[in-house]
T-cell receptor, first 114, second 111 residues
């Protein structure tokens, strides 16, 4: 099992450019998440998907869109990148257990917007 | 505002010293989870606490969940260089589908 995979690992964009971050998991999890991590801010939830076909906003959704393509894949799109979106982006999926859940994270995408 | 606070934000310790990070939630939690992120890496699940007053140990790491289920702590005894990283607590403040992460405590070890 590869767990959670993300592409690309690194990306540099110019202001106004668009791009899509890809995420896939092979653990048959229902829920998937996109976070951004900035220094001193911890992990902040951008969007999540509780099941195939559903998506919901998290704490910081502005400037982003998501697509839950199927149960395995959850993509994050920046339509018009801004320097404030420079961050490390993590995708995660959730293992649902009888008591409490665990999130598994991908390796991250380091995005710089110039 | 931040619903889950962690202190301290940074901690530098000599190798062999103990380390503690504290986590406080604005609301009662059904459970609390701890994650570790190595420099340049991604968060990795360490443990989950569910019961009021629960204490769990993983080798040199001791995790506690407060009686009111609003706070938690992670204590590392006799730190080693492999303990370097940022430790996050997280709880389902806005429902079980979502975790709210604390700001993290970054631990550095002085050899």
């Amino acid at each position: 099992n590869a767990g959670v995979t993300q592409t690309p690992k690194f990306q540099v964009l110019k202001t106004g450019q668009s791009m899509t971050l890809q995420c896939a998991q092979d653990m048959n999890h229902n829920s998937m998440y996109w976070y951004r991590q900035d220094p001193g801010m911890g992990l902040r939830l951008i969007y999540y998907s509780a099941s195939e076909g559903t998506t919901d906003k998290g704490e910081v959704p502005n400037g982003y869109n998501v697509s839950r393509l199927n149960k395995r894949e959850f993509s994050l799109r920046l339509e018009s990148a801004a320097p404030s979106q420079t961050s490390v982006y993590f995708c995660a999926s959730r293992a649902e257990r009888r008591v409490g859940d665990t999130q598994y994270f991908g390796p991250g995408t380091r995005l710089t917007v110039l | 505002g931040q619903q889950v606070m962690q202190i301290p934000q940074y901690q530098h310790v000599q190798e062999g010293e103990d380390f503690t990070t504290y986590c406080n939630s604005s609301t009662t939690l059904s459970n609390i989870q701890w994650y570790k992120q190595r420099p340049g890496g991604h968060p990795v699940f360490l443990i989950q606490l569910v019961k009021s007053g629960e204490v769990k140990k993983q080798k040199r790491l001791t995790f506690q969940f407060g009686e009111a289920k609003k706070n938690s702590s992670l204590h590392i005894t006799a730190t080693q260089t492999t303990d370097v990283g940022t430790y996050f607590c997280a709880g389902p403040i806005f429902g079980n589908e979502k975790l709210t992460f604390g700001t993290g405590t970054r631990l550095t070890i002085i050899p």
